[in-house]
């Protein structure tokens, strides 16, 4: 009877050696970030969120998972930067040139500087931020930035030439407005979404925007006449709750970190073939013409707007940037991206 103990009481004893000796599998926690956007879920914003999203997701092994907010839901337009500061949304997106003065630095990106597509303009604003590190984003972590596509004439009545804009209402808001005043045309500032009854009643004989809206919000239907002149596109910039960036595991943050120029060189893709199908879309259904400017009425535009540029170079002094060599760096990465 010893025996069978003592040979028991041994077999435990090695069992337990085995085990202590085999690796330890531990489930990692779930980390669970919450990320609001504020326009509609079909939008090139959100589209370049779920991308993200899915793309961190697989590259934490879903260590990460994200719950992503479109459309408003958690945080609009306006209060999007401030909400993440205050961690209302541990990630979120936001438009630059929604809250003039906040961001003196990467505003720049949306002048009218001639960006002829979304990719270069997204790279540009990357290499800008990246270089600088403006204070204007020290209360945040930024995970990627982006550009719309350049804002483009869509009207009712065809804009051949420069001239044609004398007097004409167009919807615009932002730097657009400042644009269409400048060139002799009347900006009227109104949401997105009341423009389409707008131009319905004849409020509006067009707008200035980025073209992928003669799909996404059917204006090819209001607006057979697309007049490409490039002017200038919107700044975006998606981020992160400084103390939730803090909380991450190394390998989370490194994650996002690797992926923050390639995102927005991602979006800027995304965004000019969108921008490509919405023109073809308008082609085949509405029979759209496209019009270009001479080089002698761009050459004309482009001297009439170095205002709305020596309107920004002043506030960014005032804000002790470097403007001229702030802008002599997007001219250069401008180049560098352009093909």
Known sequence: MKKKVLFGSVLCFIFAIICMSLPIQVKAKTIRLTYANFPPASTFPCVQM????????KRTHNKVQILTFPGGTLLGAKNMFRGVIQGQ????????SYQPG???????IGLPLGFKDSKTA????????????????SK???ITLFTSAPSNIMSKVPIRK????KGLELRASGTASEILELLGATPVSMPMSETPEALEKGIVKGLLSSLEVLKDLNFASYCPYETITNFQVYPFAVVMNKEKWEKLPPDVKK???????EHAAWTGEYMDNHVKEAIQYAKEKYNAKLFYFSKQDMQKA????????????????KANLPADEILKDVYKFKSKYEH
């Open 302 to 317: 482009n001297k009439l707007l170095k205002e709305v540029i020596l309107k920004w170079k002043e506030m960014a002094y």
């Open 122 to 137: 997204s790279l540009v604003l990357w290499e800008i931020y990246n270089k600088y590190k403006p204070k204007e984003f």
């Open 255 to 261: 994650a996002i970190d690797e992926i923050s120029k």
């Open 102 to 108: 906040v961001f003196p630095l990467t505003t720049v």
């Open 162 to 165: 420069l001239s044609d804009l």
């Open 89 to 96: 949304a541990d990630i979120g997106c936001l438009c630059m």
């Open 50 to 57: 779920e991308r993200w999203k899915k793309e961190i997701e």
């Open 140 to 142: 945040v972590k930024v």
